[in-house]
C-alpha cells in the first residue's frame, strides 16, 4: 500500500514541478515588443529630457542608430547635452548674467521704423530655458512708429524677411532660428526653423521673401534662437527695454525641422527681452511696410 501510494503521488507532483519550471521559464523570457527600444517617430515626439533618458537607457550600437536618425536640431541637442555633461532638467533655468554687460553693434544703413527691436542694445546676460531643445525669443504683437513717438500693432498677417541677433556663444558657427504662429494656450504653430550661419557677436540675416514658411498669422508671433544647452548656445539677453515696449522674452519647445510643427510648453517669461530683432512687412502704418534693410 505505501509503495501504491509513492507511485501515485509522482505522477501529479512532477507535472506540477514541470508546470511551475515552464511557467517561470516564460516569465523570465524577454517580451521583445516590451523591451524593444522606442522608434525613431516615437523619439521625435518625446520632449527633449525623456529622449535624453530614452537615447541613455539603449546599448551603444542602438543608440548610436537612433541618434543619426534623429532629426538635425535634435541630433545636435542630445550630442551637445552629453559633451557639456549638463543633462536635461527643469531646475536648468534662469537667467545668468554677464560679468561684463556690453553694447550691441548697430548694423549700417539702418532706417528707423523697419525693425521690431525691444532691447535697449546692451547684452546683460544669458537666459536658460528650462531644458535643452527650447527656443528663447520674444513675443511680438506691437512696435515703434516710425518716429519712435508711439507704439503701433503688428499686422494680423505679416512675412518676416530679416533677422538681426546678437550671440553670446554659437555652436559648430551655426544657428537654428525659430518662428510661430497662433499661440492658444501652451501651443503655438511653428511656422519656420531655419539654420543659418552665426557667430559670438551681432548676425544679421535676410529671409527668402518668396517662402512661405516664414509668414505668421493672428496678430503676433514669437520669434527667437533654438538653444541646445545654454553652455554652447545662448541668445544675447537684454534687462532693458527700447522705447518702453515692456519685457517680452518667451521660450517654447522646438519640435524639429519638418513643417508644419506644433511648439509646446509655451512660457511667457518676462522680465527681460531676448536681443532679436525682426523685419518685414510686420508693421501698421502703410509707410512701414516693404523695406530693403532694417
Same mark, same amino acid.
Given at each position: 500500500m505505501h509503495g501504491k501510494s509513492a507511485a501515485f503521488w509522482l505522477v501529479p507532483v512532477a507535472f506540477v514541478l514541470l508546470t511551475l519550471g515552464l511557467t517561470s521559464t516564460l516569465d523570465g523570457q524577454a517580451n521583445p515588443e516590451a523591451d524593444a527600444p522606442p522608434s525613431v517617430e516615437a523619439l521625435g515626439a518625446m520632449d527633449e529630457a525623456e529622449r535624453h533618458r530614452a537615447l541613455r537607457a539603449m546599448d551603444r550600437d542602438a543608440r548610436i542608430a537612433a541618434v543619426n536618425a534623429l532629426d538635425p536640431k535634435q541630433r545636435r541637442a542630445y550630442k551637445s547635452a552629453g559633451?557639456?555633461?549638463?543633462?536635461?532638467?527643469?531646475?536648468? !533655468?534662469?537667467? =545668468? !548674467?554677464?560679468?561684463?554687460? $556690453? $553694447?550691441?553693434? =548697430?548694423?549700417? +544703413?539702418?532706417?528707423?521704423? *523697419?525693425?521690431? =527691436?525691444?532691447? !535697449? +542694445?546692451?547684452?546683460?546676460? *544669458?537666459?536658460?530655458? @528650462? @531644458?535643452?531643445? $527650447?527656443?528663447? +525669443?520674444? $513675443?511680438?504683437? !506691437?512696435?515703434?512708429?516710425?518716429?519712435?513717438?508711439a507704439l503701433v500693432p503688428v499686422e494680423q498677417t505679416g512675412t518676416i524677411t530679416r533677422v538681426s541677433f546678437e550671440m553670446v556663444r554659437t555652436f559648430f558657427s551655426a544657428v537654428f532660428w525659430s518662428a510661430y504662429s497662433n499661440v492658444s494656450g501652451t501651443q503655438a504653430a511653428q511656422v519656420t526653423s531655419r539654420s543659418i550661419p552665426a557667430a559670438p557677436g551681432l548676425n544679421v540675416h535676410t529671409v527668402n521673401p518668396t517662402v512661405t514658411d516664414n509668414v505668421y498669422r493672428g496678430g503676433s508671433f514669437l520669434a527667437g534662437i533654438y538653444q541646445f544647452v545654454v553652455a554652447s548656445t545662448a541668445v544675447g539677453i537684454d534687462t532693458n527695454t527700447n522705447g518702453g515696449q515692456g519685457l517680452n522674452l518667451v521660450t517654447i519647445a522646438d519640435p524639429g525641422t519638418a513643417m508644419p510643427n506644433t511648439g509646446t510648453g509655451y512660457r511667457f517669461v518676462g522680465g527681460r527681452n531676448a536681443i532679436f530683432r525682426v523685419g518685414g512687412n510686420l508693421v501698421t502704418p502703410i509707410e512701414l511696410i516693404d523695406f530693403e534693410i532694417e
Open positions: 559633451r557639456s555633461g549638463a543633462a536635461p532638467t527643469v531646475e536648468n !533655468s534662469g537667467y =545668468q !548674467s554677464l560679468s561684463e554687460p $556690453r $553694447r550691441v553693434e =548697430q548694423p549700417t +544703413g539702418r532706417v528707423a521704423g *523697419t525693425t521690431i =527691436q525691444y532691447d !535697449s +542694445g546692451t547684452v546683460t546676460g *544669458t537666459f536658460t530655458a @528650462c @531644458c535643452v531643445g $527650447r527656443m528663447v +525669443g520674444n $513675443r511680438y504683437n !506691437s512696435a515703434l512708429n516710425a518716429a519712435g513717438t
